[in-house]
């Protein structure tokens, strides 16, 4: 039986020198909270149903989907109604993808062939197959072509304004006070926050923890420690952090760490790629 929303469990695998990590989880009633990744986001949907709000529209998620969610996009999930839902998900390095529509804003499609593909290189990869991840990342470039080649839309006008506040917020270790930033931009707090929110689907600060949290990722996976990092990327303290990361990834630091440095097969892993 699937556990709740902690549940989830991530590995390394190496591809042409860079970390991709991969991820299978199976979550009962976690919501996750608007984010992003640095990189691309390619994921099977392995069991119940969910729904996936990305770019600007929600999609609903059922056992077989393909989901493909560009680096910078902003998306939620959740559960959709009381049963459980699990997914797999490998997250591969944009130098490693093919060159997309920049209009992609991410979508969902249903494939007779990438949705087995994917379920087979990720059972492949928990059990220790070396050229599984390779195979996964040119699935999901395969994907993310599919998904651009059958879904385009007009590139999203975005003020000048809010991609300067975007530039301020990711070059930021601590939290900037919007004050300073609306000043800098010629607008009141309040209607920056309102704007920005608007334009990127997530407010200015849940957008810099986001950023945080990208970070957060990228350091424990070169081994550095959970206690080493909430002061060092600018969160209050170690509660906030963990808070934090747990809403936006799903588990705690410090489980995602061991996780990460452990590539033992799980049974509850097992059973969550049976489901399919």
Aim: glycine share 10%.
């Amino acid at each position: 039986m699937m556990r709740k929303a902690n549940a989830a469990d991530h590995w390394q695998c190496l591809l042409d020198d860079r970390v991709t990590e991969a991820l299978i989880a199976g979550y009962r009633s976690h919501e996750f909270q608007p984010h992003f990744h640095r990189t691309f986001a390619i994921g099977l949907a392995l069991a119940g149903d969910h729904a996936l709000w990305c770019g600007g529209r929600t999609w609903h998620v059922r056992r077989g989907d393909v989901m493909v969610i560009p680096p910078g996009v902003v998306h939620t999930g959740v559960g959709s109604g009381t049963g459980q839902w699990a997914i797999a998900m490998v997250f591969p390095p944009a130098p490693a993808m093919p060159a997309i529509d920049p209009s992609h804003r991410g979508a969902v499609l249903h494939h007779p062939k990438l949705g087995p593909g994917l379920l087979d290189a990720f059972r492949r990869l928990l059990l220790g197959d070396a050229s599984a991840g390779n195979e996964l990342v040119e699935l999901a470039g395969r994907s993310a072509v599919q998904v651009s080649s059958a879904i385009r839309a007009s590139p999203p006008a975005v003020d000048q304004r809010m991609r300067d506040v975007r530039t301020v917020l990711d070059s930021s270790r601590d939290l900037v006070r919007m004050a300073h930033v609306a000043a800098r931009v010629g607008l009141h707090p309040v209607y920056l926050a309102k704007m920005f929110s608007g334009t990127y689907g997530i407010g200015p600060y849940a957008y810099w923890a986001a950023g945080r949290i990208e970070t957060a990722r990228e350091l424990l996976r070169s081994g550095i420690g959970p206690t080493e990092l909430s002061h060092r990327l600018g969160f209050a303290d170690q509660s906030h952090f963990t808070r934090t990361f747990r809403r936006l990834v799903g588990v705690a630091p410090g489980q995602y760490r061991d996780a990460l440095h452990s590539r033992s097969s799980h049974g509850r892993v097992d059973r969550l790629l049976t489901l399919s």
